[in-house]
Structures are given as structure tokens and as C-alpha cells.
């Protein structure tokens, strides 16, 4: 058997690299979940890398920070900073002591998220994870998503409980590390 030493001249038009292999590869795997088990299920089993990427990206800004907690300011301007470092383009639109409400124009996933909003778990899960580590809780409610068709997104994170339930909110608690 021979080798292929050298790309075809052709291959220069493919449109492949570790980026577009990675997202297509999240979308792939994103729509096969949503279809064998459905968009709930499929959300679910994404909620639960989400919130293992969000204790890790919560760690890693508090020791750049050197801070044992994030302010509500400073969990703002992470939850920013994290999605424009993914190439999201995320901004505040409202910070008050009730919720953080932030817009975005661009989703990390490109393209490759429209149709899945199963991938929209991450989101969900990463801010409301380092939200709710930082300040105690975080409802989280995705109002719109790219991956549904809009234009953009507006997510509102809830720093206090609600005192009647809200349909679509997705609520998040500082974990115990006392009992660790």
C-alpha cells in the first residue's frame, strides 16, 4: 500500500480545519441525541457537559482573579469575556442586584447551531453554573436563541428566586463544598 504523500490541488477549496471539525462534530452529535431521544432529553445530556465546563471555566477565571468569589459585576464581565474568548459576541444589556440580562450576535457554533437548540444548554448551563457558585443562585432563561431561528440572543440570568414559577427557567445553586 502507497501512501498518498500530498493533498490533491483541489483540497486547498476544502473547508476543513480543528474548528469546523469540532463544531460540525457538536452539531452531529447534538442532532443525533435529538432525534433518538428528543429536544428535552437531548438538552438534558448537554446540560450536564455544560455544567462540568462551567465549574471548570468558573475555576480557572476565579484563580486568574485571584478571588475565592466573583462579584456580580465581575460574573457579568466573565460570562462576556468567556464567549467573546470562543468567539461568541455577547454584551450586558442590564446588570441590576435581580438579574443579569445579556444579548448576543453571534454564536460560538456558527451556523452549526441553527436547528439545534439542545447546544444552547451550554450557554445555559455555563453561566448559570458560574452565576450560582459566585452569588448563590442563578435562574437562567433563554428568551431568544440564534439556534432557533433569531437573529440573535437575549438571555437573562435571575439572581434571586422566584417566588412563582416561570416556564423555560432553568435554575442553578452554589454547591456545598463544605460536605466534600
Same mark, same amino acid.
Given at each position: 500500500?502507497?501512501?498518498?504523500?500530498? /493533498?490533491?490541488? !483541489?483540497?486547498?477549496?476544502?473547508?476543513?480545519? =480543528?474548528?469546523?471539525?469540532?463544531? %460540525? &462534530?457538536? $452539531?452531529?452529535?447534538?442532532?443525533?441525541?435529538?432525534?433518538?431521544?428528543?429536544?428535552?432529553?437531548?438538552?438534558?445530556?448537554?446540560?450536564?457537559?455544560?455544567? /462540568?465546563?462551567? !465549574?471548570?471555566?468558573?475555576?480557572?477565571?476565579? =484563580?486568574?482573579?485571584?478571588?475565592? %468569589? &466573583?462579584? $456580580?459585576?465581575?460574573?457579568?464581565?466573565?460570562?462576556?469575556?468567556?464567549?467573546?474568548?470562543?468567539?461568541?459576541?455577547?454584551?450586558?444589556?442590564?446588570?441590576?442586584?435581580?438579574?443579569?440580562?445579556?444579548?448576543?450576535?453571534?454564536?460560538?457554533?456558527?451556523?452549526?447551531?441553527?436547528?439545534?437548540?439542545?447546544?444552547?444548554?451550554?450557554?445555559?448551563?455555563?453561566?448559570?453554573?458560574?452565576?450560582?457558585?459566585?452569588?448563590?443562585?442563578?435562574?437562567?432563561?433563554?428568551?431568544?436563541?440564534?439556534?432557533?431561528?433569531?437573529?440573535?440572543?437575549?438571555?437573562?440570568?435571575?439572581?434571586?428566586?422566584?417566588?412563582?414559577?416561570?416556564?423555560?427557567?432553568?435554575?442553578?445553586?452554589?454547591?456545598?463544598?463544605?460536605?466534600?
Amino acid at each position: 500500500m502507497t501512501a498518498i504523500t500530498t /493533498a490533491p490541488a !483541489e483540497a486547498g477549496e476544502v473547508q476543513l480545519d =480543528r474548528d469546523i471539525f469540532l463544531r %460540525r &462534530l457538536l $452539531r452531529e452529535l447534538a442532532g443525533t441525541l435529538q432525534e433518538i431521544v428528543g429536544l428535552e432529553e437531548a438538552s438534558g445530556y448537554i446540560s450536564v457537559v455544560g455544567a /462540568a465546563m462551567g !465549574e471548570h471555566i468558573d475555576a480557572e477565571y476565579r =484563580r486568574a482573579l485571584a478571588v475565592e %468569589r &466573583l462579584s $456580580r459585576t465581575q460574573v457579568a464581565a466573565v460570562l462576556v469575556d468567556l464567549k467573546q474568548r470562543i468567539r461568541g459576541d455577547f454584551f450586558v444589556i442590564e446588570e441590576t442586584e435581580d438579574r443579569l440580562v445579556l444579548g448576543n450576535r453571534a454564536c460560538p457554533f456558527g451556523d452549526f447551531v441553527l436547528g439545534r437548540p439542545s447546544l444552547c444548554m451550554m450557554t445555559s448551563n455555563v453561566f448559570g453554573s458560574i452565576a450560582a457558585e459566585n452569588l448563590g443562585y442563578a435562574g437562567v432563561e433563554l428568551e431568544r436563541t440564534i439556534a432557533q431561528g433569531h437573529a440573535g440572543c437575549r438571555v437573562v440570568v435571575h439572581l434571586r428566586p422566584s417566588a412563582q414559577a416561570q416556564p423555560g427557567l432553568r435554575e442553578y445553586f452554589r454547591r456545598d463544598h463544605a460536605s466534600a
